[in-house]
């Protein structure tokens, strides 16, 4: 079968793309300086708006460059450019190329502020990435070994639990979508109350901490692709309301998992059959103009810029910029804007109002969309939503939000610069985190698809799956179940036995290899004392 192969590049084609990439971003900078002076000679801060874009696409695309030599190990760099893209470039390019105006005076004001933060962000992005990068080289790799669960008694019970919260999970979100079927967007958001008993609740809830946990096992089998199959299908009736975050997440939880498996079992050059490439090409199209209908659908409008579907989707999806370049004009008149940290604003409103401090501490919780939400919680995208919106963001709408905007707020240019380096480096260690250490795995695995999103998203939201105690409760019995599973393997070995304890096995060996990798292969010519006729004889 014909098939499209894909691998890392040689040595001499990665330092050539690196040399490139560093030619990149130095014009892009250039560029960039240019507009400042001309901006500030002119008096017009719009004089170089079309050579700011340029200048921004210019660092963009050197920072893929970097990377894309190492994809193996850099595909979480170039999953999150591809989102910054997707989220938060195509606007200002696709508005300057089809000469789309600013939807208002005030964006017009924010939008040579916001592409200035954007560069700042990809460099601090960029120096992330080196610095993980260069830790990989300078320190030596001692465990190869990954996360991985011998018993295959271990294994069927986590998979039937995963499978059971996934099944519960359809069933919760498929009440849902025939709730909306009868009743309004508005009035989901509004009044709607499951009508599941409270165990099913709490199972359901739990079914992405169980995934996470499955799958951080590494299972050697293809029951993966099961669990991540069902992750997707949970996510269809939420996509049918749409609501195409959950689904989105999916998809970056199944294709990056799916990477990290093959890299992490010794892969080099990907085969990607010639019929899965045009089925793409083909499907990926239809699905973003789809997808395009179904979110106008939502709020019973139409599009109104006059572009194409396809484009009109991706410049739809890019509408964190409008709310960088209207937030950094707009900020100071949020209530209490200058008590709050909204870079924090999820984990801040996760201990304040969460499960955790309703049960402990009696706390009141937020609600969805509400008033109390938006001015007493600490989330810039409802606090910005309902200022602009008013009595619509009540009915179900936002404006989302961006780490972009919201570090500014709270820190300004030093603070964006700071977490974008951090963001950079986070997004190169999950590629390359994963060690022995399942618990580790989990982690990284349950905030993977919000480190994606993020440029649509909070600073810190990626953190909050973790901090759920339904996580946790997954955490808790997928250890119950591996102790148990190492106390029935440690009563099987003999008593006395002097052999080494066994070693699990993980996705980058094949069941019954060594664990401590392959050894010194033995000389198939004899021995010097072998080789040489005795003395004397």
């Keep these: 079968m014909r098939a499209v192969e894909i691998s890392d590049a040689s040595p001499r084609v990665h330092r050539r793309l690196r040399v490139a990439s560093l030619v990149l971003s130095v014009l892009g900078l250039q560029l960039l300086l240019v507009t400042a002076v001309g901006d500030s000679a002119s008096g017009d801060p719009s004089w170089g708006y079309p ?8 660092l963009w ?5 970097a990377v894309i030599g190492r994809w193996r190990s850099s595909f979480a760099v170039i999953g999150l450019h591809l989102a910054f893209a997707l989220f938060l470039l195509a606007n200002p390019v696709i508005s300057t190329l089809a000469d789309i105006p600013f939807a208002s005076a005030v964006e017009s004001r924010g939008a040579p502020v916001a592409l200035w933060l954007l560069a700042l962000s ?46 519960v999970s359809l069933a919760s979100a498929t009440e849902a979508y ?10 989901y958001y509004t009044s709607y109350s499951s009508a599941l008993p409270a165990v099913v609740d709490v199972l359901g809830a739990t079914s992405y901490g169980m995934v996470a946990c499955y799958l951080a096992q590494f299972p050697r089998d293809r029951s993966y692709l099961l669990v991540l199959g069902l992750q997707l299908l949970t996510t269809l009736p939420q996509l049918a309301m749409g609501l195409r975050t959950p689904f989105m997440g999916a998809v970056v939880l199944v294709v990056a998992y799916s990477l990290l498996r093959w890299r992490l079992q010794g892969g080099v050059r990907l085969r990607v059959p010639l019929a899965v490439v045009v089925a793409l090409l083909v499907a990926l199209p239809a699905g973003m103009a789809g997808l395009g209908a179904l979110s106008y659908s939502r709020f019973g409008e139409s599009s109104t810029t006059g572009l194409d579907p396809v484009t009109d989707f991706v410049y739809s999806q890019s509408v964190s910029y409008s709310v960088v370049s209207r937030g950094v004009e707009l900020y100071d008149r949020l209530p209490d804007h200058a008590d709050k940290h909204y870079s924090l604003g999820p984990v801040t409103d996760y201990v304040l109002f969460g499960k955790p401090a309703q049960v402990l501490l009696g706390a009141e919780p937020l609600g969805g969309n509400t008033v109390r939400h938006a001015t007493v919680g600490h989330e810039f995208s409802h606090a910005f939503s309902y200022y602009l919106y008013g009595q619509a963001y009540l009915d179900g709408r936002g404006s989302g939000s961006s780490y972009v905007v919201e570090t500014y707020v709270d820190g300004g240019w030093p603070l964006v610069l700071s977490a974008s380096l951090l963001l950079g480096a986070l997004a190169m260690f999950l590629g390359v985190g994963y060690t022995r250490s399942w618990l580790r795995a989990a982690v990284l695995l349950v905030i993977l698809p919000d480190v994606f999103l993020v440029a649509r998203g909070s600073a810190t939201g990626f953190l909050v799956p973790a901090l759920l105690p339904h996580f946790w409760l997954a955490v808790l019995f997928t250890g119950v179940v591996r102790g148990v599973a190492a106390r029935d393997r440690g009563r099987r070995r003999p008593a006395g036995s002097r052999h080494a304890p066994e070693r699990e096995d993980g996705p980058d060996r094949p069941h019954g290899a060594d664990p401590s990798g392959p050894r010194p292969a033995r000389s198939l010519q004899p021995s010097a004392r072998m080789a040489s006729p005795p003395s004397g004889g």
């Design 122 to 167: 990809l460099v601090g992005i960029r120096v992330g990435v080196e610095v993980i990068a260069h830790w990989r080289q300078a320190t030596p790799v001692t465990d190869r070994r990954r996360p991985g669960l011998r018993s295959t008694r271990a294994r069927r019970v986590l998979l039937a639990a995963t499978l059971l919260t996934l099944a």
């Design 61 to 65: 695309l050197g920072n893929v460059v």
């Design 178 to 187: 025939l709730f909306v079927r009868s009743h309004s967007y508005a009035e």
């Design 51 to 58: 050579v700011q874009v340029v200048g921004v696409c210019l």
